[in-house]
């Protein structure tokens, strides 16, 4: 298949479908009957949208469970950094520069989006280039970008730096929350009582580091894992290659995401992020605690870049409203309509965990596609 229609052809992906009904059929009858639900675990937040926008989740037998993960970096973002951000966006020398999903994110006192309707000079950014131009525009004022993401966004924002220092540009500062996606999910699977049988990995991310690092996953933990792309076709052929390993026992990192994903990832992007950050020590993810070696910052040498020793924000962690349940979302032991605020307290127009906040998060797709369920 090469064009986007294919991918999202309603016979071919009654084929597929028809293909992952025959060999789920097969497994039960081979092994007498399963003694619970395959769970598949989907790591990105653009999975779940598009499992739940295209229906997905009804065309399979009901031996097969989507587990959502923790593929969506605005949903991991701590309470306390997010009141690092806005004490940094509200000193009076600051414009503060962020993308837009990370601007409703609720932290102690409030979010991003209050702090510039009391008067914060926030501003909403496409790219990091777009805040370096800003702070070319204002060489009296100092313009801090809030790097979010995992290694899907952070090569854009290593690039920038490398080109501020490039032009000499002295006023432009990362605020440094990148986060890399292995040690999440080595975390993940160290936790006993959470039982996910494969994993659907992320196309996005997959397209700057490779197939090589989930090596892990399939050599370490014995699980299979598919690179899969977004489209409904993409999806339900990886999750037909992923059943077809587990019906033959193989452990192995498969790629159906070829046409994006090269095996080796980018080499430029790979580069560029060694260049500018350094990934030790332990960080804070919201809902899943603190997770070793997953602490991403900047290297000594671009210091002079570093919101963080700039500014020297506070660092206090804040823990989650013991009702909330986006931790328990997270790794696969609730389903959003689990949780007690699901859909009264929280929901997309006032979101009360960080799942709800941007379209990706679990519970927002859930909200949208499966509210009656609840
Ligand atoms: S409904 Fe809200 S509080 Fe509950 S798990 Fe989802 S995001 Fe968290």
Redesign the pocket.
Known sequence: MKYVDEFRDPDKARTLTQEIHRLVGRIVRDRGGLERPLQIMEVCGGHTHSIFRYGIHQMLPPEVEFVHGPGCPV?VLPMGRVDDCVALAERPEVIFTTFGDAMRVPGRNGSLLTARQQGADIRMVWSPLDALAIAKQHPDRQVVFFGIGFETTMPASAITLQQARADGVNNFFLFCQHITLMPTLKSLLGQPDVRIDGFIAPGHVSMVIGEQPFAYISDVCHKPVVVTGFEPGDILQGLLMLIEQYADGRCTVENQYRRVVPEQGNGLAQRAMDQVFVTEGASEWR?LGVIDDSRVSLRPEWRAFDAEQRFNPQQHPVA??P???????LTGR?K?G??????N??TPEN???????SSE????A??QYRRSEA
Do not use: E, I, K, S
Not at 338 to 343: K, R, W
């Open positions: 949903c809902g989650d409203d009702r909330a349940r986006c931790g328990a979302v609730c959003p689990d949780c007690p605020l699901f859909g307290v929280c979101a009360f965990g960080a799942l709800m906040v998060g679990a519970c927002a859930w909200y």
